[in-house]
């Protein structure tokens, strides 16, 4: 009796171990549902010198903000503009997969697609927050991915400077026959305007304008703003600073991102980098209407720029060329008239909200 009672208990316990290495495997099976998530390592190729204030360390926060947000599962590189590829290739290489991402400015593209310079800044067109609105709400955006699809590139705005300065001069600028034969440095559309007054346009990229400027090489430059201008330099190499930025009134940059890396993402993912390119699209008008009058202090008070406005002639004249170079693009390419068509009919409607709003207010405060 007492052998089989041991032989009872020696199958239990042997059920017993049996039972419990089942409990066992469980966590086995549970870690390797939980396997370490996947690591994505890009690269951002940039139109922008190294650490260059407010638009390359607006790029260089787009990629850290993305990293932090995915908790590190997306990783990029920053190239600043020549250290991977020369900074007006950005396009081509984002485009062909060399680099996941780009930022830049999208008038840079204009040999490519004559219509990209709409998403860049239009003369006299709309302030960054008009654009804001025909971007996010006004069909802006739709148009503008349709435009760059064959690229196999989805454009987002991703940062903007606000209004722009009117530029660098060595000389003063008193009436329209003062731009004739003015050699400048001015991308896009505002640099269709110079030409149709007459003038010499050059496109260069940020790190080239300094030497340029201070040798002769051109007679005048514009560039960003206060902030971006003095860190720069610009005030050792030219005498006169204008404004308004006509050429510029609202300049957005955007953010590229390759299209089939962009969908190899999860869809959380997506959802953060799109939502980190919209922090930075404010973040970075913030940090320059913060900083600009600031630099713009030290520019006129302590290092003597002749801060000028340009003649009301001027003004009146390039405006009306503007409206020239901008009509005839929308007659001449087909696949800028659509987006140009937008682009005016969002300007004049919220033009109108703007008169008794914004520009009142500002009208006001000067009372």
Partial sequence: MLDKRRKFLVGLGAAGLAACSKPAEAPKAAASGHTKPKVYKWKMVTTWPPNFPGLGTGAVNLARLIEQASGGRIRIQVYAGGELIPAFEVFDAVSSGTAEMGHGAAYYWKG???????????????????LNAWLYYGGGLK????????????P???????????????????????LEGLKMRIP??????LKRAGG?????????????????????TEWVGPYNDLAFGLHQAARYY????????????????????????????????????????????AEFTARNHEALDTLVNEHKV????FPDEVLSGIKQLSTEVME????????????????????????????????????????
């Fill in 143 to 154: 148009l503008w991915r349709d435009l760059y699809a064959p690229f196999d590139l989805i």
């Fill in 328 to 367: 005839e693009l929308a007659e001449r390419d087909e696949v800028s008239r659509p987006i140009y068509e937008s682009y005016r009919a969002f300007l004049n409607k919220v033009s109108a909200w703007h008169r008794i709003s914004e520009q009142a207010i500002l009208q006001t405060r000067e009372l």
């Fill in 200 to 220: 010499l346009t050059v496109t260069i990229p940020g790190s080239e304008i300094f030497t340029s400027l201070q040798t002769g090489n051109i007679d005048a």
């Fill in 242 to 285: 204008y404004y308004p930025g006509w050429q510029e009134p609202g300049p957005v940059l955007e953010c590229l991102f390759n299209k089939q890396a962009f969908e190899a993402l999860p869809e959380d993912l997506q959802a953060i980098a799109m939502a980190a390119c919209q922090a930075i699209n404010t973040d970075m008008l």
């Fill in 188 to 193: 896009g559309l505002g640099g269709e305007v």
């Fill in 156 to 178: 987002t705005p991703a940062g903007s400077t606000g209004v722009q300065m009117g530029g660098w001069f060595n000389k003063e600028i008193r009436s329209m026959k003062d």
């Fill in 112 to 130: 490519k697609i004559e219509a990209s310079q709409l998403f860049a800044a239009v003369p006299f067109g709309m302030t960054i927050q008009e």
């Fill in 306 to 309: 002749e801060l000028r406005q």
